[in-house]
């Protein structure tokens, strides 16, 4: 028996609902989320798959939460799966796969128990720091990010507090269950301070959710399939923050994402640290905010990852903007603080700023327009557009 994804292979709620229109508000999810399921509901390819499950003898489905994925999570053997695919040309059959840890280069030898000024590079950088001084007095407050990666060590002095809720997939009962707050790799806690650490983060009011996508580095696409299901029940979730991926394109996870934006939550990804023309799922999605690396000198980090996407005649350029991602000072597990490689690192201060949006516009803002607030608003550092994408991001012209 093998898990497989399924979902109508044409079917786009991107070309077929206004995404960038959709609002942010804890009172327009219920009835964006009834409008997304409405739409599957009403897909013919959608119903026929929904027949055929019912019909077909051992294959066991797993839960759904909100049915804004239009996919359904099932075990089946490989023999069922062939006779799917031959009786049901219009679905997609997709075999489960590893999703990994877009993997940082951590510099432990750099490890420290108090940070200093010039330790805060990252944050300076973006024009926080500048923007406090002229008197911006945002911290996220109200703004929630569901951080999805190897978990949270939320006992850190910069995270106390913040982490509200923790999560963990269960293989026996595959469902998503309350856990105590852990971390299982370190990774997660080094993001969460870049969102939110009391010094180190750009956000440190905005409140955290902790989902273990990727349990000591590794999770299944399945499990994000389940994840961001479980997300459109969540009212109070405005932004997932994703550093997890698959070494590829897949038109199938870019409807997923596409999914988020039609509820109202920004999936704000790390594009991937394989360098020039190397690019991630889900951060090489249309509808993804994708971002990249940059190092203190204002330039493009050697590995951050960019390349160019074609599909149905459509291309476009990833990452889309670049934040911090070189030597970034960061909690870890544990206690302390180290300066960590990754665009892992810097795709937690763009989800910084972009609460730093929401809040100033009290969530009263479009999917659409918070993009725009994001990217129009870049610094340009002169580099190839297809490495920096529209630049460095900057607080004090974003807000």
């Known amino acids: 028996m093998s898990i497989y994804i399924i979902r109508p292979k044409a079917t786009s709620v991107a070309r077929s609902l206004k995404l960038q229109s959709r609002k942010f ?13 409405d739409f599957w509901e009403e897909d013919p390819v959608h119903r026929e798959i929904e027949h055929w499950l019912e019909d077909a003898e051992n294959v066991s489905k797993h839960p759904t939460y909100s049915g804004i994925t239009g996919a359904a999570i099932v075990e089946m053997s490989d023999e069922e799966a062939i006779k799917m695919r031959r009786e049901l040309p219009n679905a ?3 075999r489960d796969q590893p999703i990994e840890l877009i993997q ?11 940070i200093t000024a010039a330790d805060l590079w990252h944050l300076d950088a973006i024009a926080l720091n500048k923007a406090r001084q002229q008197g911006f007095t945002g911290t996220g407050k109200n703004i929630t990010v569901a951080v999805l990666d190897t978990g949270i060590d939320n006992s850190h002095s910069e995270l106390q507090g913040k982490v509200t809720e923790s999560y963990s997939f269960n293989d026996r009962t595959q469902q998503i269950q309350s856990i105590p707050c852990q971390d299982t790799d370190g990774h997660g806690t080094h993001v969460a301070g870049l969102i939110c650490g009391q010094q180190i983060g750009v956000a440190p009011e905005t409140k955290l959710i902790n989902g273990v996508l990727i ?12 994840w961001l299901d479980w997300l459109g029940t969540r009212v109070d979730v405005n932004i997932v923050n994703i550093s997890a991926g698959i ?36 951060a090489n999605c249309k509808g993804a905010v994708s971002v990249g690396a940059t190092n203190s000198g204002g330039q493009v980090a050697y590995f951050s990852g960019s390349g160019k996407i074609v599909i149905n005649n459509h291309e476009y350029n990833v990452p889309y903007l670049v934040a911090p991602g070189e030597k970034v000072y960061s909690s870890v597990q544990g206690g302390g603080y180290e300066a960590w490689d990754g665009t892992s690192m810097a795709t937690p201060i763009v989800s910084g700023v972009a609460a730093l949006i929401l809040e100033k ?33 900057q607080v004090t012209a974003a807000l």
């Open 25 to 37: 508000t804890p009172e327009s999810r219920p009835a964006q989320v009834k409008e997304v399921v």
């Open 92 to 94: 997609l059959i997709l």
């Open 104 to 114: 940082p280069e951590r510099n432990v030898t750099a490890s420290k128990d108090k």
């Open 215 to 226: 349990p000591r580095g590794t999770g299944k696409l399945s499990d994000l399939f389940l």
């Open 247 to 282: 070494p590829r394109y897949y038109d199938g996870i870019s409807d997923l994402i596409d999914t988020l934006l039609a509820v109202g939550i920004l999936p704000i990804c790390a594009i991937g640290n394989d360098g020039f023309n190397r690019t991630d799922a889900p």
């Open 361 to 393: 516009y009290n969530k009263q803002i479009t999917v659409g327009r918070l993009f725009d607030a994001l990217l129009s608003t870049c610094q340009d550092l002169k580099q190839q557009s297809n490495r920096q994408g529209q630049g460095l991001i």
